[in-house]
């Protein structure tokens, strides 16, 4: 089994910041991907960031690109999403996801019936 908690998360202003960190745990043969997806209210949960622990490929979805990086550290265990310049389109709940997935835009477009998933935690951008 594989276990992932998120943290980071709150209420920022428009064009702030906010660091999500998601800690891993569990036997790391059971996934070679790991991302953040996000679900805002009525609409459904896309991936926005996924990253091969293997050869460290990365795709995101274009309105994150230049303002949202994804990142692990040696352990392969943590995983974070840096977020800059942040808009209130981007206020979701987000969550991290870790799987086995042939590539990155397949762990980009999981189903929420595959691989493991942590709880969520709310951002929300606002004035």
């Known amino acids: 089994q594989v276990q992932l908690a998120e943290s980071g998360g709150g209420l920022v202003q428009p064009g702030g910041s906010l660091r999500l960190t998601c800690k891993v745990s569990?036997?790391?043969?059971?996934?070679?991907?790991i991302g953040w997806f996000r679900q805002a209210p009525g609409k459904e949960r896309e991936g926005v960031s996924c990253?091969?622990?293997?050869?460290?490929?990365?795709t995101s979805i274009n309105s994150v690109k230049g303002r949202f990086t994804i990142s692990t550290d040696n352990a392969k265990d943590t995983v974070t999403l840096q977020m800059n310049d942040l808009k209130p389109e981007d206020t979701a709940v987000y969550y991290c996801?870790?799987?086995?997935?042939?590539?990155?835009?397949?762990?980009?477009?999981?189903?929420?019936?595959?691989?493991?998933w942590g709880q969520g935690i709310q951002v929300t951008v606002s004035s």
């Open positions: 569990g036997s790391t043969s059971k996934y070679n991907t």
């Open positions: 996801a870790a799987a086995l997935a042939v590539n990155v835009q397949v762990m980009c477009r999981m189903s929420i019936y595959s691989g493991y």
């Open positions: 990253m091969s622990t293997s050869d460290g490929s990365i």
